[in-house]
């Protein structure tokens, strides 16, 4: 480390977190420290910079306006460690045990979600249409769920590609997206022969 580097308090960050002109001093297990190097290995950062990635994460998943994204969060992480520990197998590798996640998450959101009355019109707030936010086809809250759906499905399968870290890029992956597509890998790709046979394709 130069002098110049002491002078300024150490060592210029390498990577999507700048301006670090605090210091948190925390002890962990032996243990805890090897799996964080090994997390920062993966996602290509330092072991400050992870250490701040998922400090992020967790103050923004539980921050008050978002508790009730966090708490679902966990709920479906239950339900997926639970549905996996009875089938032994992942859920984005086994038919059977995808299907009992997905009908599992629909139970999940139908018991903790408001359920519609009769008569309860279901159509678009007009807040959304003024603001043309939305695309004009989208009238329900079906077709508001498939539509979002559908560009977050975009933009995990079109995420910086795998072997390459986003810092180079000239954006930074807040989300993780290309973290996303490295771990659950394409569903495209793995579902293409079912949802668009040979004879089908041009």
Known sequence: MGRKELARGGRRPRGEYR?????????VRPELRIALERVAKK??????????????????????????????????????????????KHWHKDVLTGEALRHGIDLLIFHFAPTRQDGMSMSIPLRFEEAKEMPPDIRGAADLGTS??????????????????????AFTDERGLWQILRDLGSGWERNRDVWMPKEMRK
């Open 43 to 88: 996602h290509h950062r330092s072991l400050s910079q992870e250490m701040q990635r998922g400090l992020d994460a967790w103050v923004g998943r539980y921050n008050d306006p978002k508790l009730h994204i966090g708490a679902l969060a966990t709920a479906i992480t239950l339900l997926v460690e639970g549905i996996e520990r009875r089938t032994g």
């Open 148 to 169: 979002e759906a559908g560009m977050v499905i975009t933009l995990i399968e079109n995420a910086p590609a795998l072997n390459k870290p986003p810092l180079g890029l």
């Open 19 to 27: 301006g670090n002109s605090k210091i948190l001093t925390v002890r």
